[in-house]
């Protein structure tokens, strides 16, 4: 019994498991040129939400999908059991194509309900355009309808009052509205707004929906939109607008005045020979864009950064309504000869003198004693390379300015500036001399100056001293002496035993009474370099004679091409002061770069204007270095006939000065076959750039009391850049006349042995020829050259390879004598040719 229950109770029971939820499957893929794929996937179950009888198919297709029994008993057979396998896999294959056919479906009739939808909305859109001008029409008509309506009323108001007689009535306080009534006022149309009819229910959808986009769209901002200028009024100002206006507000309430407009302000506006239309904008304080509108007006097409020149600004300015002030190119400058000081502001200055002289006749011996110092000690050689600033005070307390000058002929430049600063000038004669060459080039210097002289006598102690012959010799060249009834002072001195030395300083004290020196204090200092160098420690620095004013630290100043401010001064003693008067040596630092000697120091007000003068002065320079002679002809033959030798060297100096004398010096030696080429001078030490510029053109560099650095010595030894160190000028111009000689190589001279006659030619073996000569002059011997000539044009030059008189072999055959000769690498021999037999001898080649 308890089995049949059991047998009884496992069918009604249903086996417990999870639905799949996801099914294996195939889908083929289609792709061009008729290929296919089959691709694996797997279908996962969904709910299915589309059209109304879509759920319901999709129910009786499950409803239709076999569902497989509950498992049998087990039998005692049950392979039998294992039948109904191969319906499985077509019954899940049928129902995946009905699910893919489903849902293939329902995407089909969504997108056909979408196009239907979009087709509906267009047309009513149409619709709608269409019904809003056919209004607007309708109302257009009735507007003009009414219009006319009315002006024929008029019309016939105004011929009725026409029509009707005139009544006149006594004058009464109704008269003028009587008069009012007699013509009706004309009627004004006011227009009637269209009475708005219900919109149907679809219509209001449609309209709602529109206005959601136009909602949703109205704050974009399009291409479109921003060309055509849509919706202005919608968007709204930025805040940087805001700030501005707000700020523009304050400004004005803060100053009193309402924001309106001012008035234009005319303005003078200063204009250059060219100038950019950027910065004559910003002078007329116009916009540059309204400058390049009005020229491209006239016919100019140009951009704010481009030049014009003077004329096209004069007529923007005129057009503008501006004043126009032309000014040139050298206005810049710094017209220090217009700028004469008042009579009442001058003041006595200390005169400046200027030591001059041939070299070793004891210049700074002399103003040694007169210093009480010892600079002689210090100069190399013993002779003064440099020019040099001092101050000495007489027993009075009058102060006297020296200036000591170089002696040595390759200082011309030197002592020519000396003259030109100096007031007066000792020429200083050794007794025991007399004249020199750089004595009368000084004699020169300060006739050419204008300045009055002093000679002194110097070394009168030694023996042999004859003041006398001085004084005579000084005759050739209109040099009158007091003692000889003329107007010079002069003074007997000896600098070692320090005799007559007080004389001297009171003709000089005498001679600066008679100029009467004076000069204005309190204004801005000039003056002019007398020496510059550039030390390793302070940079440029810059030997000042102060001409006028007062130059003071802090000053910004301009000197030649450089600028500067006064950083310190320090005087002849190595003192430093504040500030320095007329006619005082100072050495300034501060300065961009190292000025040339004798450039015009000139204090400026700011260091704008001391930039804006020496940028004008640079370029100047420059196109006077950079511009080239008219080319001709005869130049071109020339250079190209001019094949001589370059010999390239570098300079370098402790001082501006040397550095010019030694380029002067190295120019006076090149002659027509070699010629110097200076690469570069300058002042200082001796750099790694002055090395790498002196190795590529394989030259040597000279250094004048300067050194080269570590680097610039390792650069040096690498590339085989050779130094040549000098202190004494002379030492220098003779060695490298020396190495340009030996570049060159010995002379070769010829001298003429004799000349003979060819007075025929003879075959000499298979190849050769044999001339028959005639000695005329000299002799001819064996080995030497010789110049074959015909009607005295050189045919070959050759040597005599063999010399025979009688079929004997000779080594020298005399004038008056008949020879045959054979020619080395030349037949070309005539009777009638001219032999002529030299011989060349070398020697040592002297520039």
Excluded: W
């Excluded at 997108?111 to 029409?137: H, I, N, S």
């Excluded at 008029?154 to 009052?161: F, L, S």
């Excluded at 000689?741 to 000499?764: C, H, M, T, Y």
């Amino acid at each position: 019994m308890s089995e049949d229950k059991k047998d009884t109770a496992k069918p009604a029971r249903k086996p417990l498991g999870l639905k799949r939820s996801v099914e294996p499957g195939e889908v083929k893929q289609t792709f061009s040129h008729g290929r296919t794929n089959k691709v694996v996937v797997e279908v996962k179950r969904k709910k299915l939400v589309g059209k109304p009888g879509a759920q319901e198919a999709a129910k009786e297709i499950v409803k239709e999908t076999p569902v497989p029994a509950p498992a049998p008993a087990p039998a005692p057979k049950p392979v039998a059991k294992k039948q109904p396998a191969a319906p499985k896999a077509t019954d899940a294959l049928s129902r995946q194509e009905l699910q893919a056919k489903l849902l293939r479906e329902a995407e089909e009739a969504r997108l056909e309900a979408m196009q239907e939808a979009r087709k509906r909305d267009v047309r009513e859109k149409k619709e709608q355009t269409a019904e809003e001008k056919k209004r607007a029409e309708e109302n257009r008509k009735a507007e003009e309808e009414q219009a006319r309506k009315a002006q024929e009323e008029i019309a016939a108001a105004e011929k009725a009052a026409a029509d009707a007689p005139v009544v006149q009535e006594p004058a009464s306080a109704e008269a003028p509205a009587a008069k009012t009534d007699a013509r009706p006022p004309a009627r004004k149309f006011t227009p009637v707004e269209t009475p708005k009819r219900a919109k149907p229910e679809k219509e209001k959808q449609k309209v709602g929906r529109e206005d959601r986009n136009d909602r949703r769209q109205s704050g974009k901002l399009t291409v479109n939109r921003a060309l055509r200028g849509e919706d202005g009024a919608a968007r709204a100002r930025s805040l940087a607008a805001l700030k501005r206006a707000r700020e523009k507000e304050k400004r004005a309430q803060r100053s009193g005045r309402p924001s309106e407009p001012r008035e234009k302000q005319i303005r003078s506006v200063i204009v250059p020979e060219a100038i950019t239309v950027q910065e004559l904008a910003k002078r007329m304080g116009e916009k540059g864009a309204d400058l390049v509108k009005s020229l491209f007006n006239m016919g100019s097409m140009v951009t704010v950064n481009q030049t014009i020149d003077q004329d096209t600004a004069e007529l923007l300015v005129e057009e503008f309504g501006h004043n126009i002030q032309r000014v040139s190119e050298s206005d810049v400058e710094i017209d220090t000869q217009g700028d004469v000081d008042p009579e009442e502001t001058l003041k006595p200055r200390a005169p400046v003198v200027t030591i001059m002289g041939h070299v070793d006749h004891g210049k700074t011996s002399l103003l040694d004693a007169l210093r009480g110092t010892d600079v002689v000690a210090g100069e190399a050689g013993g002779i003064t390379q440099h020019i040099g600033a001092y101050q000495v005070t007489m027993k009075n307390g009058d102060k006297v300015t020296f200036l000591d000058t170089p002696g040595h002929e390759a200082f011309t430049e030197m002592r020519m500036r000396g003259a030109n600063v100096t007031d007066i000038v000792i020429l200083v004669v050794a007794a025991d001399d007399g004249l020199m060459p750089q004595t009368i080039e000084a004699i020169n210097h300060t006739k050419a100056a204008g300045v009055p002289m002093i000679v002194a006598i110097n070394k009168i102690d030694k023996e042999g001293a004859d003041p006398t012959t001085v004084r005579t010799r000084l005759l050739e060249h209109e040099i009158i002496v007091e003692e000889m009834s003329g107007d010079v002072l002069d003074a007997e001195v000896s600098a070692l035993k320090k005799i007559g030395l007080e004389e001297l300083m009171d003709k000089i004290h005498v001679q600066a009474e008679l100029l009467e020196l004076k000069a204005r204090p309190d204004r801005p200092a000039e003056g002019a370099v007398v020496e510059a160098k550039l030390d390793i420690g302070r940079g440029p620095v810059a030997t000042v004679l102060i001409e006028r004013g007062t130059l003071k630290r802090g000053d910004v100043f301009v000197v030649g091409s450089q600028t500067g401010k006064v950083r310190a001064m320090i005087d002849d003693k190595g003192k430093q002061v504040k500030e320095a008067g007329p006619s005082t040596p100072v050495e300034v630092l501060g300065i961009s770069g190292v000025p040339s000697a004798g450039d015009k120091l000139t204090v400026v007000e700011n260091e704008g204007r001391a930039r804006e003068v020496a940028a004008y002065r640079a370029e100047q320079e420059k196109l006077k270095r950079t511009t080239q002679a008219p080319t001709s002809l005869e130049n071109m033959f020339s250079a190209a006939a001019n094949s001589a030798v370059e010999f390239p060297v570098l300079v370098k100096a402790d001082v501006q000065g040397s550095t010019e004398a030694i380029v002067q010096a190295l120019n006076k030696i090149s002659n027509d076959d070699i010629k110097v080429r200076i690469l570069h001078s300058g002042v200082g030490a001796i750099t790694e750039s002055d090395v790498t510029l002196a190795g590529a053109s394989k030259a040597p560099i000279i250094g004048f009391n300067v050194r080269p650095n570590a680097k610039a010595r390792e650069i040096a030894k690498r590339d085989g850049v050779r130094f040549k160190y000098f202190d004494i000028i002379y030492d220098l111009t003779d060695d490298i006349r020396a190495e340009m000689a030996g570049e060159l190589g010995p002379e070769k001279i010829e001298n003429v042995v004799g000349r003979a006659e060819v007075k025929d030619v003879f075959k000499s073996g298979k190849k050769d020829k044999a001339a028959g000569l005639l000695v005329t002059e000299g002799s001819l011997r064996k080995g030497l050259f010789a110049r074959l000539t015909r009607d005295d044009v050189i045919v070959s030059a050759t040597t005599i390879a063999s010399l025979r008189r009688f079929k004997d072999d000779v080594e020298e055959v005399r004038a008056g004598m008949e020879c045959g000769a054979v020619l080395e690498d030349t037949n070309d021999i005539k009777p009638g040719d001219m032999l002529e037999v030299f011989q060349v001898t070398e020697k040592e080649r002297v520039l």
